[in-house]
C-alpha cells in the first residue's frame, strides 16, 4: 500500500521561505511524476508543481521563478523549495505521486503566509 508523508508546513512572514518535503513508501517502482497541489480556503486545488521521473518540470504560472522542485536522492521522494512566499500561497499543500494511470495522495501539510 501506497503511502506518502510530507512534511515542512508551518507559519511564516510574507517574503520568507520554506520547504516542503514528501517521502512515498510501500512500493518497489519509481513514479512516473511527483509533485505538489494546493487548496487555499474557499478554492479549489490546484498544480503548484510537478516533475517527471526523467526530471522535467512544470510550475503553476503564480509561483514560477519562486518556487522549485526536486526530486531527491532516496527513491520516491519530492522537495519543493518556496521562496519570496506571499499571502497568496497561504493553503494546504499535497504531495502526489503517479504511478501509470494511479495518482496518491498525500493527507497535507499547512502552508500559511502572514502579511
Known amino acids: 500500500q501506497v503511502q506518502l508523508v510530507e512534511s515542512g508546513g508551518g507559519l511564516v512572514q510574507a517574503g520568507g521561505s520554506l520547504r516542503l518535503s514528501c517521502a512515498a513508501s510501500g512500493t518497489i517502482f519509481r513514479f512516473n511524476a511527483m509533485g505538489w497541489y494546493r487548496q487555499a480556503p474557499g478554492k479549489q486545488r490546484e498544480l503548484v508543481a510537478a516533475?517527471?521521473?526523467?526530471?522535467?518540470?512544470n510550475y503553476a504560472d503564480s509561483v514560477k521563478g519562486r518556487f522549485t522542485i526536486s526530486r531527491g536522492n532516496a527513491e520516491n521522494t519530492v522537495y519543493v523549495q518556496m521562496n519570496s512566499l506571499e499571502p497568496e500561497d497561504t493553503g494546504v499543500y499535497y504531495c502526489f505521486c503517479r504511478l501509470v494511470t494511479t495518482s496518491y495522495w498525500g493527507k497535507g501539510t499547512l502552508v500559511t503566509v502572514s502579511s
Open positions: 516533475i517527471t521521473e526523467g526530471g522535467s518540470a
